[in-house]
């Protein structure tokens, strides 16, 4: 995975959000090892002290849990899981329709476009 960063904000935050997208995302699947700080640190070019950090906060969500001398794995709570992607795209949405309605769009034309994109399988 390309680890990209925006340096207007946090580091941690932005690992913990890219973490927590590979989890619902399904790229570190329910149940998984995650790798050690370490490689992580290294993959994203990170001190490990961040990358902890970003882990810490996984952990209290209860995304991920450790296991003592095993390392950190991905929660097997697939429905915690469902729940925060679902949480997530609706965040996604309410600043698509917030962005679309500073174009003029009603709600009721940014749902006919969608149904239009959706339609013509114009979608990737």
Do not use: C
Request: no cysteine.
């Amino acid at each position: 995975m390309a680890w990209q960063f925006d340096s207007g904000r946090p580091i941690y935050t932005q690992l913990l959000e890219q973490i927590r997208f590979l989890i619902i995302s399904g790229q570190y699947p329910a149940g998984s090892k995650l790798p050690s700080v370490r490689d992580l640190a290294a993959e994203s070019s990170v001190n490990p002290n961040t990358m902890q950090r970003a882990l810490t906060e996984l952990e209290r969500s209860g995304l991920i849990y450790s296991q003592r001398t095993a390392g950190r794995f991905v929660t097997e709570d697939e429905e915690l899981i469902k729940q925060m992607k679902e949480s997530i795209g609706q965040e996604k949405i309410l600043i698509f329709f917030h962005e679309m309605e500073q174009l003029g769009y009603e709600a009721d034309e940014i749902i006919d476009l969608i149904h239009k994109i959706v339609s013509s399988d114009s979608l990737i």
